[in-house]
């Protein structure tokens, strides 16, 4: 049964080192102009991470 958690420790740290690359990646992308806004405000006041990220997220994940 120990493999089974050596097996899920990889997975999620792979799973972390994919979100922080592409957090880290658009976070630069985004200061330098080449992509839109990482934060977008809504109109109800409240501010929400943009899409796109959302699906980046999903799809290296």
């Known amino acids: 049964m120990l493999w089974l958690f050596h097996a ?4 999620a740290t792979r799973q972390l080192l994919s979100i922080v690359i592409v957090t880290l990646t658009f976070a630069l992308l985004s200061r330098n102009g080449l992509v839109g806004p990482i934060l977008v405000h809504t109109g109800s006041g409240h501010i929400a991470a943009t899409p796109i990220l959302g699906w980046f997220y999903l799809l290296t994940v």
């Open 8 to 11: 899920g420790a990889a997975a």
